[in-house]
């Protein structure tokens, strides 16, 4: 078994990337791929600790791409897996992609405290994290700290909702990667780009985004993952028919478009329950990869 999508504490995961490459082995796990997002910071540490190790370890990247609503792109993930992190043009694109980051966390925690009386700055957001790399889980870790008497009866996955697309608290990032931008650096990093848990997004006619997707250069769709844990199935009622029926239809269409297939865990260090290797990937897609 192997797992392809991976977090560590260098974006918005739990555990160090070494600790991920302990974990993967104690489960006997044959290959994993670290995918933190918008950074490379955490791979050094995760290829020189792994590479010694009886298990393969594949240098990847996910990347929120801009929100393009005319093209249904919203809140939609990139991954780069097998990419050359020394790549000059894709380091000097991700310090950028970084800096958008942050500021759009900044701006969101600014309308939480002054538009929504949340007892919240960006300081302590970032203390939270602990990196550069602040997600919209470390918000929402200091709403629920912070504020119990607001979040009283409210589940994470609502605040999170708050904070994302859509959501009223919600900020775009004015510096961000496109779709061709975001595929054109991981191909020319020598990785292979592949669309992250197709089955979370809201489009009118999938195949007819696929196609869209694959006419810009995408080579791969996430067959296997974790839907009955993740948004926007965790805590419904909807998410034993998500994780029955999804990865048996993405499967259908990697195979109709020949796209490479992959898959993993979106492993956080635990959250929501997910462990490494919980989305069941087969040994089989490895060939794609090394």
Do not use: W
């Not at 796990?29 to 995760?46: K, N, V, Y």
């Not at 700290?145 to 859509?166: A, C, E, M, Y």
């Not at 080579?219 to 419904?236: A, D, L």
């Not at 029955?244 to 993405?250: I, R, S």
């Amino acid at each position: 078994m192997i797992d392809l999508h991976l977090h560590s504490t260098s974006s918005d995961g739990q555990d160090s990337p070494s600790k991920i490459v302990d974990k993967a082995l104690e489960l006997n796990l044959r290959a994993i791929a670290l995918t933190d997002h918008d950074t490379l910071s955490g791979l050094e540490e995760f290829l020189s600790y792994g590479e010694e190790k009886n298990i393969i370890v594949i240098p990847g990247i996910e990347i929120s791409i801009k929100h393009e609503p005319e093209r249904e792109l919203i809140d939609i993930h990139i991954i780069g897996l097998n990419i050359d992190h020394n790549s000059a043009n894709l380091r000097k694109s991700i310090v950028d992609q970084i800096k958008g980051r942050l500021e759009q966390k900044r701006a969101i925690c600014y309308r939480l405290r002054n538009e929504f009386g949340y007892d919240i700055s960006f300081k302590e957001v970032q203390e939270i994290a602990g990196s550069n790399i602040i997600g919209r889980p470390h918000i929402v870790e200091v709403m629920v700290r912070n504020n119990p008497d607001i979040t009283k009866g409210k589940s994470k996955n609502q605040l999170f909702k708050l904070i994302s697309v859509g959501g009223s608290a919600y900020v775009d990032r004015i510096i961000e990667l496109n779709l061709e931008k975001s595929i054109e650096l991981i191909l020319s990093a020598g990785g292979i780009p592949i669309l992250a848990h197709p089955g979370i997004y809201n489009v009118s006619n999938f195949e007819h985004f696929m196609e869209m997707l694959i006419d810009v250069g995408i080579k791969g769709i996430e067959v296997e993952y974790t839907y009955s844990k993740n948004r926007p199935f965790y805590e419904t009622k909807k998410l034993v028919e998500a994780q029955k029926t999804l990865p048996e239809y993405f499967r259908r269409i990697a195979e109709k478009y020949n796209l490479i297939k992959s898959g993993g865990s979106d492993y956080h260090g635990g959250k929501k329950g997910i462990k490494i290797g919980d989305a069941n990937v087969p040994d089989e897609y490895l060939k794609s990869f090394i």
